[in-house]
């Protein structure tokens, strides 16, 4: 069975069910919606114009979004850098993360991700005091040609440190580039 509604001078706009079809009530909305807009049900028969996902224009995702067939970036990729007020590095904020300090510090990784899935940030540190000494997790683990043991740092010097992890956060390979004084 089907609607059909004739056009003013020649032909017809036909809307047919299903051959089986279940019982339901679609409600159209009030208006026409704007130019590029589509409908969209809010899954129990109401209708609503929606903007689709432009794929030609900068898009910002208020929520973490799955790309399970891959991601290809053809193009700058940016990246905020986190500015540390404590020094714990919640790795759910971020992949750059800045502080500056000027007394021996400890510092403390949160909030990796789920075993099984990659997670590497770059920390930015700047060393503004003297005979500043940094103390890192137990679970961060050194490049063996440095003794497995955490680099020595330079006062008055920027150093970039890198960590990854795969296990949620059980073992952080790190890296550092030291000794910048700009």
């Not at 089907?2 to 909305?29: C, D, F, H, I, M």
């Not at 790795?91 to 909030?111: A, C, D, Q």
Request: zero cysteines.
């Amino acid at each position: 069975m089907a609607l059909r509604l004739k056009g003013q001078t020649t032909g017809y706009v036909e809307l047919a069910a299903p051959a089986t079809a279940a019982s339901n009530t679609l409600t159209l909305p009030n208006g026409n919606g704007t130019n590029g807009q589509v409908l969209a049900t809010n899954g129990s028969g109401t209708l609503s114009f929606a903007d689709t996902v432009k794929t030609n224009a900068e898009q910002t995702f208020s929520a973490a979004q799955t790309f399970n067939a891959g991601l290809s970036v053809d193009g700058p990729y940016k990246q905020a850098a986190e500015t540390v007020s404590a020094l714990d590095i919640s790795l759910s904020t971020g992949n750059y993360f800045k502080k500056s300090i000027s007394t021996s510090s400890s510092v403390t990784f949160s909030n990796p991700p789920a075993s099984g899935t990659v997670g590497s940030f770059t920390l930015e540190l700047v060393l503004t005091g003297s005979s500043t000494a940094i103390t890192w997790p137990n679970t961060v683990y050194w490049n063996a040609d440095a003794g497995q043991t955490a680099p020595t740092l330079t006062d008055a010097r920027t150093h970039l440190f890198m960590f990854v992890t795969t296990d949620g956060g059980t073992k952080y390979r790190g890296a550092v580039l030291s000794n910048y004084t700009g």
